[in-house]
């Protein structure tokens, strides 16, 4: 593995990789660190790195089954922390070329040579696809150094039956869920879903995200009975652009950039014409070339269907 530790700032760290990176193989691992500030208000955030894989390789499906191998047998499913909060996976398959790359899928258990998941489509039964399997983000990867205590509120939106999953951070590095009764550090935030974080009760604070530089694709699903999708690509820089978006809205969709500055209103409201991939704002004027400040999230309503966006990665632009 051609590992290349950076501790530098993200501008930097951005740059080098892209211009000494560009035709990064998936087997390279970039790692860094970026600050993101959540302002006295709300700000709606996406985490710009992935864990490092556990495992990298291809193996053939079989209905929701993928042959693997140097695995630890039951070591990849769900937790189970018997106190009555709600479980989570702890681990993913992301598959990493291909028709599906950028799609992800929980992993329900292991033996030592398959994992089982959920959700694979039917149409990879029979085939072999290549994929990694990483660790998932959780809140206790979030660093809560700089956070007041009891004063900040985290929402997980992105859901098409609940309005949104609410968590409470306390002292010592400790999330719990919306009722203060159980710590939920283990809750899981998933590929390019965004987060609303409030600090309503707070002065501005920073985030420092650290991890490593997802080098393929990530596909988001986006519900249209889901409150809002808020998603965003896996970014670490400063500022991205719109050119990262590498699949289109779903239909009749809009995406609407929220602000940064605490009062999560929208910025821009984009739209797509069917089957682009092209944004363009309320004018028709296309908007691929604009700005976005680097972990900002996007608030995405998928009016008639469900659907999903993908986003590049930064290696891949």
């Known amino acids: 593995m051609n590992m290349k530790k950076l501790n530098v ?51 053939v499906v079989t209905s929701q089954t993928i042959v693997s191998s140097g695995l630890s047998a039951n070591s990849l499913g769900p937790t189970a922390v018997g106190t009555g909060a709600v479980d989570f996976p702890t681990h993913y398959v992301d598959i990493i070329s291909g028709n599906y790359e950028g799609h992800s899928y929980d992993i329900l258990s292991n033996t030592a040579s398959s994992v089982t998941v959920s959700g694979l489509p039917s149409d990879l039964a029979g085939t072999t696809i290549n994929y990694v399997i990483r660790p998932h983000l959780t809140l206790a990867d979030i660093d809560s150094s700089e ?20 968590y409470i951070y306390d002292s010592g590095g400790m999330w719990y869920d919306g009722s203060s009764t159980y710590v939920m550090n283990h809750a899981v935030i998933y590929p390019g879903y965004g987060v ?22 990530t596909v988001v699903p986006v519900y249209k009975d889901a409150s809002i999708n ?33 009062s999560n209103g929208v910025d821009l409201t984009l739209v797509t014409d069917t089957g682009s991939v092209i944004l363009y704002d309320g004018a028709s004027n296309e908007m691929s070339s604009v ?5 900002n999230a996007f608030a995405v309503g998928a009016n008639t269907e469900d659907g999903y966006v993908k986003f590049k990665s930064p290696l891949q632009q």
């Open 147 to 166: 956070m007041p205590d009891g004063s900040v509120i985290l929402n997980i939106f992105n859901d098409p039956v609940v309005s949104a999953t609410t």
């Open 291 to 295: 700005a976005i400040a680097g972990q």
């Open 9 to 59: 700032t993200l501008a930097i760290l951005v740059a080098a990789v892209m211009a000494g990176n560009a035709a990064t193989e998936a087997t390279s691992q970039i790692v860094g660190y970026s600050k993101v500030t959540v302002p006295n208000g709300t700000r709606a955030i996406v985490p710009g790195f992935v864990k490092a894989p556990v495992f990298q390789g291809s193996g």
């Open 196 to 217: 609303s974080i409030n600090s309503a009760n707070a002065s501005s604070f920073n985030i420092t995200f650290k991890g490593y530089v997802k080098e393929t694709s």
């Open 230 to 262: 808020y998603v965003g690509p896996i970014n670490p820089s400063s500022t991205t652009t719109l050119t990262q978006w590498a699949a289109p809205l779903p239909a009749n969709s809009i995406a609407n950039i929220v602000l940064t500055n605490g």
